[in-house]
Structures are given as C-alpha cells and as structure tokens.
T-cell receptor
C-alpha cells in the first residue's frame, strides 16, 4: 500500500506570492495533519483536519489555511509568503479510533524555499 | 505554549556503544512519542508511551514515560551504522496536537 504522498517535492517562490501544497493520506485514513519543519528544528503543528472539518490549529497566522476534500486529501495554502516561511512542510495521516492517541504516519514533505 | 527540551543536540558514538537521550517539558502530555527522521523523509514512529511510568522496548530501543508525565528518555543499545539520523521526542495533547523537541542528531562511527 502507498504511504502518505505529498506534492510537489520542492517549490521555490518569492516573497508575497501564494502557495498551495497537496497531501494524499494513506488509504482508509480520514485525518490529516500539517506540520512546518524549519531547518534544524522539530516539526511544528499547523492544522489537523478530520472528516473535512478543522479539529485543531497551532500558533500560525491567518495567512495559513487548509482544507480537506471528500476523498480525505488535503491542501495547505499560504498567502503573502515571507522569507521565514521557508521550511519543510510535512503532512501526516491517521486512522482515528476514538482513543486518546492515533498514530500519525508522515509523508516525505514539500521543501518550500521563499526568496 | 508547551516547549519540549531535548538533549543532547548531537552525539558522536562508536558502533556498538549505547546511546541515551531525553526530553523534558514544563507541561503534562497524555502521550510521549519517539520518532526518527532520515534525510529527505518524514519522521517515522519508533515508540509510543501511553501511561506515566510506562517502560517500553522495541528491539534495541527502550523508552520510558516519566512518572510526572513531563519527561521521557530513549535508550538505544549496541548502536549500528543504520541508527544514524535525527531522533525527535514528541508530546501529544488530547486533541492530537503534537509538540516536538528540536531533535538529537546521532552519528555512529564504524
């Protein structure tokens, strides 16, 4: 079975532009989370979506938005890009079981460079 | 917000040596997790800990969930070259929000 897939692999944008990153979860997984990983740091939680609804949000500005589609794939959108938005953006999917913890499986990430 | 302090930042060891790294927080987490990340890939889960005081092993890996729920350690015994990578601790809140440490970069010399 395919794991979590993300596209594109790499992306170069300039300040002020807008970017859309895409994620396809593992088949059967209904929850998708997005993380930002700046070089040399651990991932930082941005959003979680489950059944097309936002279920959690990290400490990121409103320039960051996301959505989940009926097939459970997801998009992360970032407006008015800043140099500091340069990072690896990770998507993780999970199969919510109703328990207190659902293992998240990470994709390989999209490397965004803002010039 | 919740901050996780992970140490050491980096380790250089000989193949066959044991490794120990730890993570502390000022906040309580419901679940502690340890991940490994290789270059060009996303983190991969190594061990998940669900209860305070829990000690769990996965092959050569052993991890413990601190009794106060504010800390955890990971031990790797008899290191091998493929153990090279960056290890992250993570604490998970009730709403699946995960907070990661800054990582421990492990280098194993043959």
């Amino acid at each position: 079975d395919a794991g979590v897939t993300q596209s594109p692999t790499h992306l170069i944008k300039t300040r002020g532009q807008h970017v859309t990153l895409r994620c396809s979860p593992i088949s059967g997984h209904k929850s998708v989370s997005w993380y930002q990983q700046v070089l040399g740091q651990g991932p930082q939680f941005i959003f979680q979506y489950y059944e097309k609804e936002e279920r959690g949000r990290g400490n990121f500005p409103d320039r960051f938005s996301a959505r989940q589609f009926p097939n459970y794939s997801s998009e992360l959108n970032v407006n008015a890009l800043l140099l500091g938005d340069s990072a690896l953006y990770l998507c993780a999917s999970s199969l919510p079981t109703g328990g207190s913890y659902n293992e998240q499986f990470f994709g390989p990430g999209t490397r965004l460079t803002v010039l | 917000g919740q901050q996780l302090n992970q140490s050491p930042q980096s380790m250089f060891i000989q193949e066959g040596e044991d490794v120990s790294m730890n993570c502390t927080s000022s906040s309580i987490f419901n679940t502690w997790l340890w991940y490994k990340q290789d270059p060009g890939e996303g983190p991969v889960l190594l061990i998940a800990l669900y209860k305070a005081g829990e000690l769990t092993s996965n092959g050569r890996l052993t991890a413990q969930f601190g009794i106060t729920r504010k800390d955890s350690f990971l031990n790797i015994s008899a290191s091998i070259p493929s153990d090279v990578g960056i290890y992250f601790c993570a604490g998970q809140l009730y709403n699946n929000d995960m907070r990661f440490g800054a990582g421990t970069r492990l280098t194993v010399k043959p």
